[in-house]
Structures are given as structure tokens and as C-alpha cells.
């Protein structure tokens, strides 16, 4: 049963676009909801996060949108760039971490 | 500053063998994990550790052991390995409870043949 559902599995925009990846998760004792980027042959590692007091968190290009009473929350990157393509991992934590299935972001030149 | 350092970063191993995989951080962070990593599914917990001494079971722990006698090592043992243990398997490490940025190692690609 997978606690934190996310999608889309894949993702392929134009350099300068903005993908959105989504996540929903079902636990409402979570209290924090980081974002993880993992390049190919590396660990995770963590982008963004956000805790659910806060509906909007931005850190230069990357913004987590947070909807508390949906339980849903979602990741934006503005002017995505080539450099950017990577594996985005969503996740929500109380004792533990549990992730999201992942998303495969392609940014075309 | 290491971090997360996991060995071995590939194995091969026979149906039935066992091994440990082993996981060291030199961040003094009490909170450590095991993860499995499928094409597909995410990561999937499968221990964790509040600190020395201390370990519990997450979402997928059949088959695994850890134990924690140190602040700095998190082994992973494997007995008695099946070809659905084939994984890549990542080590974390965190100062706090899931609330803080978790520091991943660089994985372990393991294939069980």
C-alpha cells in the first residue's frame, strides 16, 4: 500500500518550461514533505522541502505548493533547464520517510 | 567530510548465499535507514534506527537484519538470498525523526542469481 502516490511517472518539456510534479499522501500525522533529485548512479538527494503550517516554499527556481486539506502537494520548476533532468522523488516523514514512486523529468534543449 | 559511505557499490550473489552490506556515516546523526530501490517503485523502507542499540522494521523488512551497536555503522544483512532481493540498495542517514534532510549514500546495485 503505497502511502505516498505520485505522478506523473515521466515528464518531457522544452528547456524553459515549467513541469509540475504532484503527490498525495493519506497519513495526515505526516508533518514534513521533502522533495528528492537523484542523478543517474547517485543517491537522492534533497531539493525542497516543506512542513504543512505553510502553503508555498520557493528556493530559486523550485516551489512546493502545499494543499493541507486535500493532503496533496506538488513541486514546480520554473525555466526548467537540460540540467534539471533527473529522477524527482517526493516524500512525507513522521518517524520515518516514505516515499513517492519517483518521476523521470526530461528537459529538452 | 565522507558522509554516507556504503560498501560494496556492486554484487553479485547466489540464490541461498548470504552478505551484509555495509553502511558507515561520520556525521554523528542518530537516525539511520536502509532503503531498496526498484525501477518504478520508489524507495522503500526496509529498517531504520533511532540510535545506537535501537532498530525497527519499515515497510519491507522480509529477508533483512540490521543492527546498530555503533552511532556510525548500520549494517544490512541479507540471509538466504532470492532473485527478489535484487535491488539497489541506499543507506541514509538523518540528525532528526524524518524531519530533516535525510543524506543518502551513493547505493549498492546488488543482483541475486
Known amino acids: 500500500q503505497q502511502q505516498v502516490k505520485q505522478s506523473p511517472q515521466s515528464l518531457i518539456v522544452q528547456k524553459g518550461g515549467i513541469p509540475i510534479i504532484n503527490c498525495a499522501y493519506e497519513?495526515?500525522?505526516?508533518?514534513?514533505f521533502p522533495w528528492y533529485q537523484q542523478f543517474p548512479g547517485k543517491g537522492p538527494a534533497l531539493l525542497i522541502a516543506?512542513?504543512?503550517?505553510?502553503s508555498e516554499k520557493k528556493e530559486g527556481r523550485f516551489t512546493i505548493s502545499f494543499n493541507k486539506s486535500a493532503k496533496q502537494f506538488s513541486l514546480h520548476i520554473m525555466d526548467s533547464q537540460p540540467g534539471d533532468s533527473a529522477t524527482y522523488f517526493c516524500?512525507?516523514?513522521?518517524?520515518?520517510?516514505?516515499f513517492g514512486a519517483g518521476t523521470r523529468l526530461t528537459v529538452k534543449p | 567530510n565522507a558522509g554516507v559511505t556504503q560498501t560494496p557499490k556492486f554484487h553479485i550473489l547466489k540464490i541461498g548465499q548470504s552478505m551484509t552490506l555495509q553502511c558507515t556515516q561520520d556525521?554523528?546523526?542518530?537516525?539511520m535507514y536502509w532503503y531498496r530501490q526498484d525501477p518504478g517503485m520508489g524507495l522503500k523502507l526496509i529498517y531504520y534506527?533511532?540510535?545506537?542499540?535501537?532498530?525497527d522494521k519499515g515497510e519491507v523488512p522480509n529477508g533483512y537484519n540490521v543492527s546498530r551497536s555503533t552511532t556510525e555503522d548500520f549494517p544490512l544483512r541479507l540471509e538466504l538470498a532470492a532473485p527478489s532481493q535484487t535491488s539497489v540498495y541506499f543507506c541514509?542517514?538523518?540528525?532528526?525523526?524524518?524531519?530533516?534532510?535525510?543524506?543518502f549514500g551513493q547505493g549498492t546495485r546488488l543482483t541475486v542469481v
Open positions: 556525521m554523528n546523526h542518530n537516525y
Open positions: 541514509a542517514s538523518s540528525w532528526d525523526r524524518g524531519l530533516a534532510e535525510a543524506f
Open positions: 516543506i512542513r504543512p503550517d505553510v
Open positions: 534506527s533511532v540510535g545506537a542499540g535501537i532498530t
Open positions: 497519513n495526515t500525522a505526516f508533518d514534513y
Open positions: 516524500a512525507a516523514a513522521r518517524n520515518d520517510m516514505r
